[in-house]
């Protein structure tokens, strides 16, 4: 019998390749992404994961409460865009993390790695973050390398508290990163150490 730890959602899934990796570590998962043609890639690639089409920016639609988790790579900073003209990214932001927080149990975490253009939209999407309701903030592995820097919103459904304390990016020498190298980090010194905003 497979018993699995943790029900998540893939939030732009795409083909399913982070899905595989859930599915590696015994998670069942369930995958959103707005294009057909990635989720078809899933589908023939077999992937254990139930599908979903839809639009982060519409919210997630799901029960309250029902993931004990939720990760994603590359999708939520493109809900900053107005790709159509009835998109307003305030709105969909908004939508994506209320309804985000209303699906995670009480003191899950959400593990959204993002690339923001510019410092003003990486406030945004933590903004709004925070005012549904989430802790935590941006933890930064290898800050100071163009090639391998990777910025990651650490989410907790609900107030901080000392069993979900963000934890510290990387380092290039594999040690975890201090507050001095976040506020070297002169672009990100007012959202790099999640610490501050607990
Ligand atoms: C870098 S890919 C993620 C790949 C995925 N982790 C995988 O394992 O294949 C980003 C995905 O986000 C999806 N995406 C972008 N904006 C979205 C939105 N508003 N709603 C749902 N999915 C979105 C894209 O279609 C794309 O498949």
Redesign the pocket.
């Known amino acids: 019998m497979m018993i699995f730890h943790s029900f998540l959602f893939?939030?732009?899934?795409?083909?399913?390749?982070?899905?595989e990796t859930l599915t590696e570590h015994g998670h069942q998962w369930l995958g959103?992404?707005?294009?057909a043609s990635?989720l078809d890639i899933a589908l023939e690639l077999e992937v254990e994961g139930d599908l979903i089409l839809?639009?982060?920016?519409q919210g997630l639609g799901l029960r309250p409460g029902i993931l004990d988790g939720a990760i994603s790579?590359?999708?939520v900073q493109?809900?900053c865009n107005a790709d159509k003209s009835c998109h307003e990214p305030r709105i969909r932001l908004k939508a994506f993390f209320s309804s985000l927080y209303r699906c995670l149990g009480r003191g899950a975490r959400a593990v959204l790695q993002v690339y923001p253009e510019y410092l003003a939209q990486r406030e945004l999407i933590l903004g709004f973050a925070m005012q549904a309701g989430f802790s935590g903030g941006i933890v930064v592995d290898y800050p100071h390398s163009s090639q391998r820097r990777k910025e990651y919103l650490v989410l907790t459904c609900g107030p901080p508290s000392l069993s979900t304390t963000t934890p510290a990016g990387k380092r290039e020498d594999g040690e975890s990163c201090s507050d001095e190298d976040s506020s070297e980090d002169e672009e990100n010194q007012t959202v790099s150490n999640s610490r501050a905003l607990d």
């Open positions: 893939s939030e732009g899934c795409g083909s399913g390749l982070s899905g959103l992404d707005i294009l990635m839809g639009d982060l920016g790579f590359s999708a493109w809900l």
